[in-house]
């Protein structure tokens, strides 16, 4: 008698069903994705019990004729491919026929399908016991139902480690939630237990899409979000990201989509870890949503069974893509974009304005010799003031005044090779300088009236640590520490930029046992190697010699530092390990360069922090992660006061 034997279809159709279905939610997402699929404009979904009692999915879609449904059940029976170049460059969510054969192996399930050419509906139905498919007519307008009853009713085992219904129930909204993310051309209608949770309409426009997304991630997502829209070499990203002041405590709120499917890929996570490595505080996550739309040719989905991973023809395209396009929008996020945030969540008082802004503008602005603090107002400040002040608060941080700070050349000393930086445009000052005496009469309070900067004007300094501002939207409060060493960090890295990466020989050669495979690596990427700083050779099948490292990291733990970017090129095809390491040194330097606390500043020399805060890209953080200012709208402020009650 022979060993080996032919599993019976009801004993494979389970066993596919460990793969495909693991809880309600993969029923739910397998059925959803076959009505996208089937072009529905309009999805109801209602569950009872979690999903374990019943999971109904509608739809309007194109339907399925009635000698195809027997067939439908079968396993590896689908009308989406039907050849290997149609696998090649799957355009569909599904493409296995696996789902509701696998479904059905472990449910009791009942189809109902009606195509635009038939006059009636027809009705299948399939319980886990035989697997043999009964058909009646039945009445149903155009489209889907799909109802599934009993999960895991033959399969005692896989129902006991189903959770409580209402974490069962918060998995099944998540992945509505990630279908609704991924396909605005489609309305979706979630019920639990005959109570409506989600109603969403089909989002054609900018302004619905947004509103969806509000309704899905929480609308203080996309108040703080920066939108993008970038193409390059065949691909296209596009999407919401939200500011570094949005971070998140888990990664709960990323969603990545690659033509419409949503994906999680360590690829992926990683270019999007890296675009935001400056600017988030320790141990938090961004939040996202973003779509990469590629062609189905360069992609393979044909992964996971769940086909949730990914793998790009071209990895390293893809990330690179990723990667400059999300690093770009986060530098280019200035203020303004804060401040969409900020004024969006605070309440205003009668008319959209606060109480205390209808106060001032039901008063005319005060006069010379109205002040009853100073005993003066000073004049409208003319424009010319700050590019002199910018200039005379980096001489003055320069001539001591109580600050440890390293002169710009010992910190361009320390670089090896990077070029002082430029006195002009507020930059660094390599020798200290007496403030201009036309300072002495410049104006310390601009006028409030007309166009104004961003950040606004300084009216004070509190405790020799914070700077409080006054703009339109009301107080705000910088960290000029903070502030002031982001400002520094950015300049230290573009005078970096400027010129090639000064090695540095060591006067011993550095010997590392490694495996074969990390020594093959070091000498393909030989020249790679050569311009992060790293002469790395290969002296034998598992030993390498380091003969140059980066001069700037002379001091760096080098044998550490040699095998975390192997490991890097092992893992993600490229390492930024160079760049990580030294930009954490020149923050290290520009912590200790900035202006600390009880160091007294003049208002122009606030003024010129402010300016420059505006100027620099992620302005918003300090090279920690922390953020550098605060906006506290007048809304607030009336807030504390009770004013306009």
């Known amino acids: 008698m022979s060993a080996i034997k032919l599993l019976s279809p009801r004993l494979a159709n389970q066993i596919a069903a460990g793969e495909v279905v693991e809880r309600p939610a993969s029923v739910l997402k397998e059925l959803v994705e076959n009505a996208l699929d089937a072009g529905a404009g309009n999805i109801d979904v209602e569950v009872e019990q979690g999903g374990v009692k019943l999971i109904r999915v509608r739809d309007n879609g194109a339907g399925i004729g009635e000698d195809d449904l027997p067939l439908a059940l079968s396993r590896?029976?689908?009308?989406?491919?039907?050849?290997?170049?149609d696998l090649e460059a799957v355009a569909s969510l599904g493409f296995r026929g696996e789902a509701l054969a696998s479904i059905s192996s472990v449910s009791r399930l009942a189809l109902t399908s009606r195509t635009e050419q038939q006059q009636a509906a027809s009705r299948v139905e399939v319980e886990g016991r035989e697997m043999e498919a009964r058909i009646s007519p039945a009445a149903h307008p155009v489209g889907t139902t799909v109802e599934v009853r009993d999960l895991f009713f033959n399969t005692p085992a896989r129902r006991k480690f189903l959770r409580t219904e209402k974490t069962e129930f918060n998995h099944l909204e998540e992945c509505l939630r990630r279908q609704a993310l991924g396909r605005f051309d489609t309305g979706f209608t979630l019920r639990h237990n005959q109570k409506v949770v989600q109603n969403l309409r089909p989002a054609a426009s900018q302004l619905d899409r947004e509103r969806r997304i509000g309704a899905l991630c929480g609308q203080k997502f996309i108040d703080n979000a920066v939108v993008i829209d970038a193409e390059a070499t065949g691909l296209r990203l596009w999407g919401w990201v939200a500011l570094p002041t949005f971070s998140r405590s888990q990664a709960d709120l990323q969603y990545f989509f690659v033509n419409n499917r949503v994906i999680r890929d360590r690829l992926v996570a990683h270019a999007v870890r890296q675009a935001y490595r400056d600017v988030l505080y320790n141990n938090r996550h961004p939040a996202f949503v973003l779509y990469l739309e590629v062609d189905p040719a360069t992609v393979d989905v044909n992964v996971h069974p769940t086909k949730h991973e990914v793998r790009f023809?071209?990895?390293?395209l893809v990330h690179d893509f990723i990667f400059r396009?999300?690093?770009?929008?986060?530098?280019?996020?200035?203020?303004?974009?804060?401040?969409?945030?900020?004024l969006a969540q605070s309440e205003v008082g009668a008319g959209g304005m606060p109480q205390a802004a209808q106060d001032v503008a039901g008063h005319q602005a005060p006069v010379a010799g109205s002040s009853p603090f100073s005993g003066q107002v000073p004049p409208p400040a003319q424009?010319?003031?700050?590019?002199?002040?910018?200039?005379?608060?980096?001489?003055?941080?320069?001539?001591?005044?109580?600050?440890?700070?390293?002169?710009?050349?010992?910190?361009?000393?320390?670089?090896?090779?990077?070029?002082?930086?430029p006195a002009s445009s507020g930059g660094w000052s390599s020798a200290p300088a007496a403030a201009p005496a036309h300072l002495e009469a410049a104006p310390t309070t601009p006028s409030m009236d007309g166009d104004q900067p961003p950040l606004g004007y300084a009216i004070a300094q509190l405790h020799g640590i914070y700077i409080l501002a006054q703009s339109h939207q009301g107080m705000i409060v910088v960290d000029m520490h903070a502030a002031h060493e982001r400002i520094t960090y950015e300049r230290m890295k573009l005078a970096l930029a400027a010129q090639d990466l000064k090695s540095q020989p060591l006067l011993v050669p550095l010997s590392l046992a490694v495996s074969q495979k990390e020594a093959?690596?070091?000498?393909?990427?030989?020249?790679?190697?050569?311009?992060l700083g790293l002469l790395i050779e290969r002296?034998?099948?598992?030993?390498?010699?380091?003969r140059q490292v980066p001069a700037l990291l002379r001091g760096a733990d080098t044998e550490q530092l040699v095998r975390d970017v192997l490991a890097d090129l092992i893992e993600h095809g490229q390492s930024d390990r160079v760049e990580a390491v030294t930009h954490e040194l020149l923050g290290t330097m520009a912590c200790h360069g900035s202006v600390r606390a009880n160091r007294q500043l003049t208002i122009?020399?606030?003024?010129?922090?402010?300016?420059?805060?505006?100027?620099?890209e992620r302005s918003g953080q300090c090279n920690h992660g922390r953020p550098t200012w605060t906006l506290v709208t007048l809304s607030e402020l009336d807030k504390l006061f009770l004013r306009g009650r």
């Open 76 to 85: 590896h029976a689908t009308s989406k491919i039907s050849s290997l170049e």
């Open 313 to 316: 023809r071209d990895g390293r």
């Open 325 to 342: 396009t999300l690093h770009k929008a986060l530098a280019d996020v200035r203020p303004d974009d804060h401040f969409r945030g900020a």
């Open 383 to 421: 424009k010319t003031w700050e590019a002199r002040d910018q200039m005379a608060f980096y001489q003055s941080l320069n001539q001591g005044g109580g600050v440890d700070t390293p002169s710009p050349a010992a910190v361009t000393e320390s670089v090896t090779g990077v070029p002082p930086m």
């Open 520 to 531: 093959a690596l070091a000498e393909t990427h030989g020249d790679e190697l050569q311009r």
């Open 539 to 546: 002296i034998g099948p598992e030993t390498v010699a380091v």
């Open 604 to 616: 122009p020399e606030m003024n010129a922090l402010l300016r420059d805060m505006e100027a620099t």
